[in-house]
T-cell receptor, first 109, second 114 residues
Framework: EDQVTQSPEALRLQEGESSSLNCSYTVSGLRGLFWYRQDPGKGPEFLFTLYSAGEEKEKERLKATLTKKESFLHITAPKPEDSATYLCAVNNAGNMLTFGGGTRLMVKP | NAGVTQTPKFQVLKTGQSMTLQCAQDMNHNSMYWYRQDPGMGLRLIYYSASEGTTDKGEVPNGYNVSRLNKREFSLRLESAAPSQTSVYFC?????????????FGSGTRLTVV
């Protein structure tokens, strides 16, 4: 059975304090790993897709990386507007997405 | 604005009542999905429709039924609501089934069953 585990569940940072969010996965036949951002009261919004170990993607202060067992979302010099819940999901050979429980990020000014 | 529209945004039901959650997308996507989101458990797939005229069970289908009314609309029905169905429900669509990069989500329906 596919599993996706995100840690930590919650993370409080000061503005400018860089950190990383972790997404560990076990999946039969990875066909893609996806990161989403979810703001309170809204649906998830797509951020990145990673397909193979060693791949990296960047967008503003966010950088996503992938190994054979986990993915990291690195946040460099975060701002309060980066506060949100970040979700990780994997696509397996059955072509369905399995989501992790999310990391709630709070960035204090 | 292009996207996925869900109605209603909030709903309170009594145990045993029925209701239908509506979802419509205007992006000409082939695939549509219903998820539920509970604290700490992530999004779990209830049902999906890979294309117009087809529906399939997801991870947690018990207590729900769906209808793909046409290419735009995909509804979720609770026949006899139970407190365990208290959750936030999200509808999503994508051009291709399972293409996570292309999932567009609605803003959700917060359902409370008392």
């Amino acid at each position: 059975e596919d599993q996706v585990t995100q840690s930590p569940e919650a993370l409080r940072l000061q503005e400018g304090e860089s950190s990383s969010l972790n997404c560990s996965y076990t999946v039969s036949g990875l066909r893609g790993l996806f990161w989403y951002r979810q703001d309170p009261g809204k649906g998830p919004e797509f951020l990145f897709t990673l397909y193979s170990a060693g791949e990296e993607k960047e967008k503003e202060r966010l950088k996503a990386t992938l190994t054979k067992k986990e993915s990291f979302l690195h946040i460099t010099a975060p701002k309060p507007e980066d506060s949100a819940t970040y979700l990780c999901a994997v696509n397996n050979a059955g072509n369905m997405l399995t989501f992790g429980g999310g990391t709630r990020l709070m960035v204090k000014p | 604005n292009a996207g996925v529209t869900q109605t209603p945004k909030f709903q309170v039901l009594k145990t045993g009542q029925s209701m239908t959650l509506q979802c419509a997308q205007d992006m000409n996507h082939n695939s549509m999905y219903w998820y539920r989101q509970d604290p700490g458990m992530g999004l779990r797939l209830i049902y999906y429709s890979a294309s117009e005229g087809t529906t399939d069970k997801g991870e947690v289908p018990n207590g729900y039924n769906v209808s793909r009314l046409n290419k735009r609309e995909f509804s979720l029905r609770l026949e006899s609501a139970a407190p365990s169905q208290t959750s936030v429900y999200f509808c999503a669509s994508s051009e291709v089934t399972g293409a996570g990069y292309g999932y567009t989500f609605g803003s959700g329906t917060r359902l409370t069953v008392v």
